[in-house]
């Protein structure tokens, strides 16, 4: 006998809608000459986290819709019925592949940024105040890169003596030429988390180190930052549904 909830709709029907939703996302976002579900989540699983995150999940629901589909009796019969929970968390899994959240939601906000002749004394200050390892830095009111702890390191290794550092007199520009040029990009506010996970698994690919992937309001390196993911962010993503 059907569960009917109480907008009269089987939760076998609720079920295969949000399966269909489901199938139709990974579709969009994974991208691959193969239709069949339980590829798309393999595939899937290997360049985002959110599909990571459900991959056994999706792999026993595909297992499911399957008896309950392909055992249908008739139009609007099913053969088995999904409990509450089960239908409930799938629709959860639609809604979140579908309508995936803005990258600003998981960025770091209030970024700290320093001018290309600030002196690195306002850097390491901020280090102490805020504990981030990453800073954006601008050049003539625009965006060159990223100035990094661990090349503020490697040039305080090149000029030590004997055992001290004297910064007094050194800026933000001297520490820059231990970066590697391109190790950011800058989008637009309105950029989903999927599209930023393609921004790091291309570069990836073309074996180069993006370290961070800065938000401003159009995507201009002439904007000031709203925001900045690395990729420590896209792992540390809480996609936790109930």
């Known amino acids: 006998m059907k569960t009917i ?7 076998s029907e609720r079920f295969e809608v949000a399966y269909n939703q489901v199938h139709d996302a990974l579709r969009d976002i994974v991208q691959i000459n ?16 959110v599909i990571e995150t459900f991959k056994k999940d999706l792999e026993q629901y595909a297992r499911l819709r399957n008896a309950i589909v392909h055992e249908k009796m008739e139009v609007g019969f099913y053969i088995a019925e999904p409990n509450t929970k089960v239908v409930h968390h799938i629709e959860r899994i639609a809604n979140l592949l579908s309508q995936p959240n803005y990258a600003l939601s998981i960025a770091t906000k209030n970024v700290v940024f320093f001018d290309y ?7 390491t200050t901020a280090i102490k105040e805020h ?14 890169g ?14 030590m003596e004997s055992s001290l ?21 800058i989008v637009a506010k309105d950029i989903n988390i999927f599209e930023v996970e393609n921004i790091f698994e291309k570069a990836h690919k ?5 370290e961070g992937v800065i938000i401003t309001e159009n995507g201009y390196n002439d ?13 540390e993503i809480d996609y936790t549904v109930e």
């Open 34 to 49: 193969d239709d069949r579900f339980v590829v798309l989540v393999k595939v899937g699983a290997k360049k985002y986290q």
């Open 223 to 235: 904007e000031f930052p709203l925001g900045i993911i690395t990729p420590w962010d896209l792992i």
């Open 165 to 185: 550092v004297n910064l007094s007199d050194i800026h933000v520009s001297d520490m820059m030429e231990y970066e590697k040029e391109h190790s950011i990009e």
């Open 206 to 210: 073309k074996k180069r180190k993006l």
């Open 5 to 11: 909830n109480k907008h009269g709709q089987a939760l």
């Open 146 to 159: 990223l100035l990094t702890v661990s090349s503020i390191i490697k040039w305080m290794a090149q000029n």
């Open 131 to 144: 504990g981030y390892s990453k800073f954006p830095i601008y050049k003539n009111k625009k965006c060159v």
């Open 117 to 123: 002749l600030d002196s690195i004394l306002k850097v």
